[in-house]
């Protein structure tokens, strides 16, 4: 008989303790799944915060753009005046954004020598334009080291003709008609522009020396074909 009792009483004591064991395992399962459960809480508040200040900067961003003059905004972006030189040639001193824009801008001068544009640039491969063409085509080719002559109709055929022959025969040129501007005959690249008086003007060969493809350029190399042709 007291072997019996002997026998029964381990048997208890063994399931006692399995249970023992087993109660132990689930606390520390619960353990690990409440530490889980807040790691998984924790990183979704960090997650969310960071997505939050993204989009305030992302807001804050959009604003900027859209007083400097990018987006849908109008402005040119441009702030400044001109300084002009003992040659004649006029410099912007200030800024000249280079905001892409799809719309149409308005500049603070006339033709414009940068701020934002369209993202097609007017092809500047010698090409001579006998219509008005975009400005904000035109500013894309001068961004890509350009030069742009203009003219009105109070410039002579032979002026225009011997002009458009030397942008014919010179790589990042352009020509076109422009009757918006304060004199006959003008030469404009990215923040510089001189009014010349004829086409034999010394100044002519000068300003392209200076600045087809020159130091002002913001895009050296960049093409002036595959643009847009008008």
Known sequence: MGSVRNSSTASRSARVEEMRR???ARERRNRVLTIAASVVVVAGLVVGGVVLVHSQSGKKDSTASAKSGGGDNKGSGDSGHWV???DGVRTWSGKLTRTHVATKVSYPMHPPVGGNHNPVWLDCNGDVYTQPVQDENAVHALEHGAVWVTYTAKASKADVDALAAKVKQTPYSLMSPYENQAAPLILSAWGHQVAVKSASDPEVNKFFTTYVQ???????GASCTGGVMK
Not at 214 to 220: D, I, L, S, V
């Open 22 to 24: 087993a109660e132990r």
């Open 84 to 86: 002009t030189g003992k």
């Open 214 to 220: 020159g130091a002002q350029t913001p895009e050296p």
